[in-house]
């Protein structure tokens, strides 16, 4: 089995940072359905800020990979997991974009300001006030939120999955403190 080499160190970053906050946004979600009151209102500008800023990492984060291709998977891995795994990645940049785009012209739609970290920032409308657009991105955007967290936890058993049954380093290659394994480190001269 071919030895898996890591991700360069920002790519290894970005994933994390971005997986912290995309888990905190579903999270937030999750709560803003079944809360009342005040603490539905700091719920909804917490969810647009940071929703707002996984839309700029994942910007970053698909530059940063353009330009820093990740490691090969294992050359054992069969085709099929290697096709699910290459799917799943580019259906979770899609997602990571495409749902706070969603989620920014459902409020333009409904007609709702969007502040950001308080009301120092206000981001422009996108699209145009439509009480009925607002109702169909709703729905899209709670659908793609579901896709999200199903996707989410996919991504989770993979890497499972490759840390404690296969054992083939790709897990390692995402971990923040790399451990090099003493085979890599002779052949590195290290």
Not at 32 to 38: D, L, N, R, Y
Not at 88 to 113: D, E, K
Request: aromatic share 6%; no cysteine; charged share 10%.
């Amino acid at each position: 089995m071919k030895n898996v080499k890591s991700f360069t160190l920002p790519s290894r970053i970005l994933h994390w940072v971005m997986a912290v906050m995309i888990l905190a946004m579903l999270l937030i979600g999750v709560f803003m359905a079944s809360t009342v009151g005040s603490g539905y209102y700091r719920l909804v500008a917490l969810h647009r800020s940071v929703g707002i800023a996984i839309l700029v990492l994942a910007m970053l984060r698909l530059g940063n990979r353009l330009h820093t291709p990740p490691p090969s998977l294992p050359e054992d891995l069969p085709p099929v997991m290697k096709i699910g795994a290459h799917a799943s990645h580019i259906l979770l940049y899609v997602l990571m974009i495409v749902l706070p785009l969603v989620g920014w012209g459902m409020l333009s739609a409904g007609g709702y300001p969007i502040p950001l970290w308080g009301q120092s920032v206000l981001l422009p409308p996108i699209l145009p006030h439509d009480p009925v657009l607002w109702a169909e991105l709703r729905s899209v955007h709670t659908l793609l939120a579901f896709l999200l967290f199903g996707l989410v936890l996919a991504h989770v058993a993979a890497a499972l999955f490759h840390g404690l049954i296969r054992r083939d380093g790709v897990l390692r290659s995402m971990l923040l403190r790399e451990r090099l394994d003493p085979i890599s480190q002779e052949s590195h001269g290290d």
